[in-house]
């Protein structure tokens, strides 16, 4: 079985366990994390308003610097809470988009919701992960990273137009 766990600064211990616990002994599980495009912005603004005639000292350079920091460090600690075999990977790009890549061919991938955690519902999903959710091409574990809020949180339905005849 292959087992993908994004791996997100704030919500990958959740995404971790859950991996752990539904991922069959000898299974291979990737450790993923996506870094997003700022680095490329900070080079292009750095190029295109802040670096004519200048070399050196592009800020995007050290943004990518500090991000693959960043990664290896929450990479590093997701495989020690792992306890197993893990392959790390990190990729660079639209994080939604990466995420759903990665996942071709995976027989499961492990999502925290990263949205309003205080309530039951779709807006306990954040614009990314909902987007793999919605993307995914193969089975979504979604998981609170945190105790799930109460039922009685769900808003009630819509009210419904008087019926008429």
Do not use: K
Not at 1 to 27: F, K, L, Q, Y
Not at 50 to 69: I, Q
Not at 124 to 151: I, K, Q
């Amino acid at each position: 079985m292959n087992v993908i766990a994004w791996i997100v600064e704030g919500t990958w211990p959740a995404c971790v366990d859950a991996a752990r616990v539904h991922a069959p002994e000898g299974s291979d599980l990737v450790l993923l994390h996506v870094s997003g495009p700022e680095a490329e912005a900070a080079h292009g603004a750095y190029a295109g308003l802040l670096g004519r005639g200048r070399v050196g000292n592009d800020p995007g350079t050290a943004l990518e610097d500090l991000a693959a920091a960043a990664a290896e460090r929450v990479l590093a600690a997701a495989a020690e809470r792992l306890g197993r075999p893990c392959t790390r990977q990190e990729r660079s790009g639209r994080v939604e988009r990466e995420v759903v890549a990665a996942a071709e061919g995976a027989d499961l991938l492990v999502v925290a919701r990263d949205g309003d955690r205080t309530h039951l519902g779709p807006r306990s999903l954040g614009p990314a992960s909902r987007f793999v959710v919605d993307h995914a091409p193969c089975p979504v574990l979604l998981v609170w990273p945190e105790t799930a809020p109460s039922t009685s949180t769900i808003p009630p339905p819509p009210a419904r137009p008087p019926h008429h005849r």
